[in-house]
C-alpha cells in the first residue's frame, strides 16, 4: 500500500471517510503494528509523523472476525493490534457535567450514551476501561487519564456484594471498575 498518494488526497485534520462501506477487490497485509502503548511501529521502526499517523487512523477499521484493516476504495491491507489500536490521552468535563475524551490520533469524544466505558481485559490480564470510537475500533484510557477520572469517581454498590468505582457523564453511568468488599479507593 503507497501511503504518499493518500497523504495528498485526504486532509488528516478533516472529516473521517466512510470506511464502512468501502470494499476493494485487492487484500493483502501489512507489516505495520500498533503495539498497546499507542505506537504505530511500520517494519518494525516507529511512525515519527503524526500527521501520517493521524490519516492512517482514519482509514482504519475492525473487521467482524476481529481483523484490523487499513482500507482504502482500491484496497484492504490487514495490520496487528496488540491490544486496542487507540489510547484515551486527555479528559475535561465541561460544564454540563460531560466528560470529553481525546484519544492519542485526534479524536474527540464525548463520554455518552454513544461512547460508554466498558470493563475489558488488557493482553497483560489487567482490567481496563476502553471505549468504543468508530468502526468497531475502541480506545484504552491512558494511565493518567484513568486516575484523572478516578479522582472523580463515586462507589456504587453491586448486586451480590461489592462495589463498583466510576462517574456520571452526560447523564450516563461509566464504570471504571470493580471493588471487592475488602478493597478501599
Given amino acids: 500500500m503507497n501511503l504518499d498518494p493518500l497523504l495528498a488526497q ?26 498497546a502503548d499507542g505506537r504505530w511501529l511500520h517494519e518494525g521502526t516507529p511512525i515519527a509523523r503524526p500527521r501520517l499517523v493521524r490519516l492512517l487512523s482514519t482509514i482504519l ?23 486496542r489500536p487507540f489510547v484515551v490521552v486527555d479528559a475535561d468535563p465541561d460544564a454540563q457535567g460531560t466528560w470529553w475524551l481525546i484519544t492519542n490520533v485526534g479524536d474527540r469524544l464525548a463520554l455518552g450514551e454513544d461512547h460508554r466505558l466498558s470493563l475489558s481485559e488488557t493482553p497483560a490480564g489487567e482490567t481496563v476501561p476502553e471505549v468504543p ?53
Wanted: charged share 30%; proline share 7%.
Fill in 61 to 83: 477499521r475492525r473487521e467482524d472476525d476481529g481483523r484490523h484493516a487499513l482500507v482504502t476504495p482500491a484496497e484492504k491491507q490487514f495490520i496487528r493490534v496488540e491490544d
Fill in 133 to 185: 470510537v468508530r468502526f468497531g475500533l475502541a480506545a484504552r484510557l491512558g494511565r493518567n487519564v484513568y486516575y484523572r477520572l478516578v479522582e472523580a469517581a463515586e462507589h456504587r454498590p453491586l448486586q451480590g456484594g461489592g462495589e463498583e468505582l466510576g462517574l456520571v457523564s452526560a447523564g450516563v453511568w461509566q464504570p471504571l471498575g470493580r471493588l471487592d468488599s475488602g478493597d478501599t479507593a
Fill in 10 to 35: 485526504l486532509d488528516p485534520e478533516g472529516e473521517i471517510p466512510p470506511v464502512d462501506r468501502w470494499h476493494p477487490e485487492q487484500v493483502g497485509e501489512m507489516d505495520l503494528v500498533i503495539v
